[in-house]
């Protein structure tokens, strides 16, 4: 095999779907193809249309990786999600916060079905708050099977310290729902039962979406005669087979902006940046930190449900290419709602009656797009205005996404990088690096594969040396059982925070193991 055989990355995002072909570290072949409603015809005609520039076919791929926001856009928008039974290890504690408590009503009126908290759950330091009853989840199993439900999330107090009562809940499931779409709050979440409860259900109302969307991709592939390894891109920068992606859909969230990251991290040749990535619906701002993407240390909210599994640490405003502009008196607003793919219809260059920030950027002489005729009647106090608006709201999410007062370097990437100025408080220098306009792609197509552990481990049992020394044979297998070529691996973080609140030396490790996807190469 070609030690470093061409491979394919696709971003699928709210407004257009990217694709690169890649030879080693060179870019063959890029485009730029609107997102259909469908995801898989947007993708086939992206790789029609990519092959074709690249002059290559199907069968010279090695391998291809698609990065999609269809997960994270399906729960936000409350769509296509399936009905969750959950069941909760931890009674007689924790029965003052139900499952969905702090869930808004437009989500859990869809994803809430039987919820139970029964006996069970684990004190901090591993011991037992209660053993599990079999008859009791037995029956709480017989409320969900009986409501139609087949997707079932399971959490327990501390689950992280020790799984086995939710892997005893699961086999107590799988024996009444053989066909049951099953998720255990440690495979996700961290310290903390209702944001790893809410990663559960969240990743378990994917269920019945997840392997439709995944086929999709597949089918799309086979119509090219592209039968090469599809991975899928994980919201840490790296990437998953497909069969994981189907399990654990959740790890897509902000995939996206993560791939513009790295993608931009690696167009500008830079491991430590800010990259800001606008898109046509918005702009992510991320932080690139030893050559990966900042990973948030608070719990996150997605669509106003507070989580707590893994996630990039990115700020989203909505200004992008697609972004209405209204003038209200001497008061102009861009965003934050915008009309997205419908963009080449709507703008006014392109002969439809919605002002964008995009009719703005022609107006102003910033690009030529479109038909410039069509914005020369724009008032030039609206085009000033509204360029300062922009300039301004990306620089103060930079502000925001700063940990000091200095100045630094700031990668300008994606489809509405024109938008932004060339100059930025609190810049060191700005970059917009050729290929700016399919970072993500890029992004995706050098992602490599990975493996995480996150565990609490005693080091008074263990020892720090045999403790860490598990974590990281752990974290490299998972590694490699994601597609990494083991003699690539290498330990890319080691994280320990003591809990001092626990006994026995307890503390918690985190280890991240990163390789080259096997015959792929460098």
């Known amino acids: 095999m070609n030690p470093t055989p061409l491979r394919i990355g696709i971003d699928v995002g709210g407004t257009n779907t990217d694709a690169v072909v890649m030879l080693g570290r060179d870019v063959r072949a890029a485009c730029k193809s609107p997102t259909t409603a469908d995801v898989g015809s947007g993708i086939a005609n992206a790789l029609t249309e990519v ?57 859990s009126d869809v994803v809430a079905g ?16 209660a053993t599990p009853v079999r008859e009791e989840i037995a029956a709480a199993v017989a409320a969900i099977r009986d409501a139609g439900v087949r997707a079932v999330a399971i959490s327990s107090v501390f689950a992280p310290v020790n799984a086995a009562q939710e892997h005893f809940a699961r086999d107590i499931v799988l024996q009444s729902i053989p066909d049951a779409a099953i998720t255990l709050s440690h495979d996700l979440g961290r310290i903390g039962l209702l944001e790893r409860e809410n990663a559960a259900i969240m990743n378990a109302s994917l269920s019945a979406i997840a392997s439709d969307v995944l086929r999709a991709f597949g089918e799309a592939l086979a119509a090219l005669d592209i039968r090469c390894p599809l991975y899928v891109s994980q919201n840490d920068g790296t990437l998953m087979p497909p069969h994981v992606a189907a399990r654990y859909p959740v790890l897509t969230f902000a995939s996206g902006p993560t791939n513009s990251i790295r993608g931009g991290g690696f167009l500008s040749g830079l491991n430590d940046c800010i990259v800001v990535d606008i898109g046509g619906t918005t702009t992510d701002v991320g932080v690139l930190a030893g050559g990966m993407p900042r990973e948030s240390s608070i719990a996150v909210d997605v669509g106003g449900v507070r989580t707590n599994f893994r996630m990039p640490d990115v700020l989203s405003i909505g200004l992008g290419g697609g972004s209405r502009v209204r003038q209200a008196g001497q008061t102009i607003s861009v965003g934050p709602d915008s009309v997205g793919f419908r963009l080449r219809s709507e703008g006014l260059i392109f002969g439809g009656s919605t002002l964008t920030a995009t009719d703005i950027a022609v107006a102003g002489g910033i690009v030529t797009l479109g038909n410039p005729v069509a914005v020369r009647h724009l008032e030039r106090g609206l085009v000033q205005q509204s360029l300062q608006l922009m300039g301004a709201m990306i620089e103060d999410a930079i502000d925001r ?25 609190g810049a060191s220098e700005v970059i917009i690096p050729q290929q700016a306009g399919v970072a993500n792609a890029i992004g995706a197509a050098i992602a490599k594969a990975s493996g995480e ?23 490299t297998d998972k590694a490699v059982a994601a597609g990494a070529d083991r003699a690539t691996i290498r330990i890319a973080d080691v994280e320990e925070l003591p809990l001092q609140y626990l006994p026995g030396s307890a503390v918690r490790v985190r280890v991240k193991a990163i390789g080259e996807l096997a015959g792929l190469g460098a």
């Open 401 to 425: 996404m700063k940990t000091s007062s200095g100045a630094v370097p700031v990668v300008l990437v994606g489809g509405g990088s024109i938008l932004a100025p060339t100059k930025l408080r």
């Open 51 to 107: 092959l074709r520039q690249a002059e290559v076919q199907g069968a010279d791929i090695g391998a291809v990786m698609i990065g999609t926001t269809h997960f994270t856009n399906a729960f936000v928008q409350a769509r296509s999600l399936a009905k969750v039974g959950v069941i909760r290890l931890a009674a007689p504690a924790t029965t003052s916060l139900p499952p969905f408590a702090d869930w808004p009503d437009r989500l």
């Open 114 to 129: 039987p919820a139970h908290v029964v006996r069970g759950g684990y004190n901090y330091d591993g011991s037992e708050i």
């Open 453 to 475: 552990v996150d565990q609490v481990y005693s080091y008074e049992q263990l020892g720090r040396d045999a403790a860490l020394e598990r974590a990281r044979t752990d974290a």
